[in-house]
């Protein structure tokens, strides 16, 4: 029985061993919480000072939406660090853990007015591209017109030409008898003449000017 009893006991021990061991394992392998960030509430202007106690000067004086991080708290103060870096107390009672809705309408408005001016940006943009669109459309228009007056031209041009060519090949060309012996005669009197010319030019230059 004594022997049952040790065993039992020996048990409760080791168990609680492994308890305590598993509790700490968990609590140095568990990660460390993140600082805490709070932010000034609505229509206030807080001090913050050098110790937990609003009888000194503040070093500094916060207003609302100002966000803060947390560090640690004491009573109703908490030291905080501010976004340039200042560090202090201020009282917890005037901090809130939600952005206050005057600084939330106030990033709103300015992500309003960014939206408004990239809307009238992209209004301009597309009425840009609209006039563009129409120049372009134009300009195609008039080039399929000058296209289609081109290729009637040529249709017409092309129709004439075989008309012609219909005509000569109809008409045939001859050339009479006579025509060729006034032509004959011609070139050989032209050829007389310009050979004499051309003989007393010679001369000519050859005596000072005098046909000889």
Request: aromatic share 6%.
């Amino acid at each position: 029985m004594n022997n049952v009893l040790a065993c039992q006991s020996g048990l409760r021990v080791s168990e609680f061993s492994r308890a305590v061991l598993i509790a700490l394992a968990v609590a140095l392998f568990s990660p460390v919480a993140g600082a805490e960030t709070l932010y000034v509430t609505d229509i206030l202007r807080l001090g913050i000072y050098p110790t937990p106690d609003t009888t000194q000067d503040p070093i500094r004086v916060l207003v609302s939406g100002d966000a803060l991080e947390v560090l640690e708290r004491t009573g109703s103060y908490a030291r905080v660090r501010t976004e340039v870096g200042d560090e202090g107390w201020v009282k917890t009672s005037y901090l809130v853990e939600a952005i206050p809705s005057k600084t939330r309408l106030a990033e709103l408005s300015v992500a309003t007015e960014q939206l408004r001016a990239e809307v009238v940006s992209l209004k301009a943009s597309l009425t840009e591209r609209e006039t563009d669109l129409d120049s372009v459309r134009t300009e195609r228009d008039q080039l399929q017109l000058d296209a289609t007056d081109a290729q009637l031209e040529a249709e017409q041009q092309r129709t004439r030409a075989a008309a012609l060519k219909q005509q000569i090949d109809n008409a045939g060309v001859t050339v009479p008898l006579h025509w060729l012996a006034v032509a004959l005669i011609v070139t050989l009197v032209g050829g007389f003449a310009g050979g004499w010319w051309w003989t007393d030019a010679r001369q000519r230059a050859r005596h000072g000017g005098y046909r000889i």
